[in-house]
Structure formats: C-alpha cells, structure tokens
C-alpha cells in the first residue's frame, strides 16, 4: 500500500497496530510516523520499530495520508484544534476512542472530513484483535477497504452502524478485561485444588482459547456447545448449574450495560 501512516499518540494500542501493520510489510518503515509526548515513549517506538518520531502533532498531521488519532476521548478536540490546519484535503482520520462520534469529528474540524470510528481491542498485541469499523459518508468503498485491510493485519473486522458503536466496548474493546478475570478466577481455583500456578494459568488460557475457536470455526451456537460438554449427572452440569444460581450470566450483563453507560458519557 502506497499511503503514509501516521500516530497521534503511540501507546499500546497504537504500538499494537505499528507492530501488525509493519510485519505484514504492508506499510514501509519509511512511510510510518507516530507522535508521542514521553522522550521514554519516542526513544522506544524509534529504537523497536525504526519508523518515524516526534513530539510535534503537527508534523504527523502534514507527513500522513490515513492518521490515526490514538488518545483518550477528553483530549482529541484539543488535538483536532491544532493539526486541522496542517492535513491535506484527502486525509482520512481515525479514531480509536470510545465515545467520540464521526459528528464529533467533523464539528471540531468545522468541515467535511473523511473520518472512521473504530474500536479495537488490547488481543491486537498478538495479532487476534476484534476491531469495529464505521466510516462516515465522504469515504468511498476503496478508501474503506484500506483502512479495512490496515486493521487486519491485527485483528479480524466488522463493519458496523454508528448506532452499535457505543456497544463495541463492552462486547469486545473491554471484554479481555472480563476473560483475564474468568481465567485468573479458573486458575484460582485450580490452584486450590493443588495445581501449580503456572500449569493452573496454561490450563485455563488454553481452554479459553480452545472454546472460544470452537465457536468461531465451527460456527455453532454456543448453548449447544455447553450442552455437548454437559453429561446428564455429570460435574460440568453440576458446576454450571452453581454458576446460574450464583447469577454468573447476570453479572457479565450488568456488567456490560455499566460499560455501555460509562462509553456514552464518554462522548
């Protein structure tokens, strides 16, 4: 792909996309630029990733053909104030924030701007990101399939509305917070049962890894699954059946809604 990348802000998750994007060798070093404030931060994405540095916004902003505006939700209309007169016409800007909406963008620009809202998640680190993508109406289908194809080199994608967008965090952008949890709690238990932590912590992971590609690949509901682990009298009903008593589905949805409520006032 022949376009400049560039990074407002280069913290994990952004050094998660520049790690993706670069061992695709989608992008060439040469063609990537990210800003950070931190020298620690700039000495360390320059040293790792050999792209272009700097603490200047305004440098990214002229230097990039798609910019990624990778910083919390309070600070991008102060951002947007001070590169709007710095990129070109063409640009496409993204946005990796919760809450901020593609009217959002376009109001602190105070024009028509090419923009994507999307949502991915911290599994881009190791290449299985869930990224959501919502492009507003001045981008063509072209445009959208390179940032598209820019995201997959981290994560799978899903387009979506921008009326569904304030729902991405709680089922995808926050969840790993949620399974780190289930398999520190599995690995707890597993522990107490005398198994060393180290074994306890592979044995669980995996097995979350394992039932969550069950459902992807074999594209079964995933009550179904459960039932086929399930053995009349067996322990796997006996443990699932403590787990509805103790209101486990009913956390994980409290807990999604409170996300869901945290994400719009956000914006």
Same mark, same amino acid.
């Given at each position: 792909?022949?376009?400049?990348?560039?990074?407002?802000?280069?913290?994990?998750?952004?050094?998660?996309?520049?790690?993706?994007?670069?061992?695709?060798?989608?992008?060439?070093?040469?063609?990537?630029?990210?800003?950070?404030?931190?020298?620690?931060?700039?000495?360390?994405?320059?040293?790792?990733?050999?792209?272009?540095?700097?603490?200047?916004?305004?440098?990214?902003?002229?230097?990039?053909? !798609?910019?990624?505006?990778?910083?919390?939700?309070?600070?991008?209309?102060?951002?947007?104030?001070?590169?709007?007169?710095?990129?070109?016409?063409?640009?496409?800007?993204?946005?990796?924030?919760?809450?901020?909406? %593609?009217?959002?963008?376009?109001?602190?620009?105070?024009?028509? !701007?090419?923009?994507?809202?999307?949502?991915?998640?911290?599994?881009? +680190?190791?290449?299985?990101?869930?990224?959501?993508?919502?492009?507003?109406?001045?981008?063509?289908?072209?445009?959208?399939?390179?940032?598209?194809?820019?995201?997959?080199?981290?994560?799978?994608?899903?387009?979506?509305?921008?009326?569904?967008?304030?729902?991405?965090?709680? !089922?995808?952008?926050?969840?790993?917070?949620?399974?780190?949890?289930?398999?520190?709690?599995?690995?707890?238990?597993?522990?107490?049962?005398?198994?060393?932590?180290?074994?306890?912590?592979?044995?669980?992971?995996?097995?979350?890894?394992?039932?969550?590609?069950?459902? +992807?690949?074999?594209?079964?509901?995933?009550?179904? +699954?459960?039932?086929?682990?399930?053995?009349?009298?067996?322990?796997?009903?006996? =443990?699932?059946?403590?787990?509805?008593?103790?209101?486990?589905?009913? =956390?994980? %949805?409290?807990?999604?809604?409170?996300?869901?409520?945290?994400?719009?006032?956000?914006?």
């Amino acid at each position: 792909m022949e376009k400049k990348i560039g990074f407002i802000g280069a913290g994990k998750m952004a050094q998660a996309m520049i790690e993706g994007i670069l061992k695709t060798n989608l992008i060439k070093t040469e063609n990537m630029m990210a800003s950070a404030i931190s020298e620690k931060t700039i000495d360390r994405i320059q040293t790792t990733y050999r792209i272009g540095v700097t603490n200047d916004n305004k440098e990214v902003a002229r230097f990039s053909d !798609i910019l990624f505006l990778a910083v919390k939700p309070d600070l991008h209309s102060k951002i947007i104030e001070e590169i709007k007169s710095e990129i070109s016409q063409d640009v496409i800007i993204i946005t990796i924030a919760a809450g901020v909406t %593609l009217a959002d963008i376009e109001r602190d620009f105070g024009y028509k !701007i090419k923009s994507v809202r999307t949502m991915p998640n911290t599994p881009s +680190l190791v290449g299985e990101g869930m990224s959501a993508i919502c492009p507003n109406e001045s981008m063509s289908e072209n445009e959208i399939l390179e940032v598209e194809k820019l995201f997959r080199t981290f994560s799978k994608t899903e387009r979506m509305d921008e009326k569904l967008m304030d729902a991405i965090p709680a !089922i995808s952008g926050s969840s790993p917070a949620y399974v780190y949890m289930f398999i520190e709690a599995l690995a707890d238990g597993g522990v107490s049962q005398g198994i060393p932590r180290d074994k306890a912590y592979r044995l669980a992971a995996q097995a979350v890894l394992g039932a969550a590609k069950m459902v +992807l690949e074999t594209e079964s509901h995933p009550g179904v +699954l459960k039932d086929n682990v399930c053995t009349p009298g067996g322990a796997t009903i006996e =443990a699932i059946s403590t787990l509805e008593k103790n209101q486990f589905r009913g =956390a994980v %949805l409290a807990a999604m809604e409170s996300c869901t409520k945290k994400v719009k006032s956000l914006g």
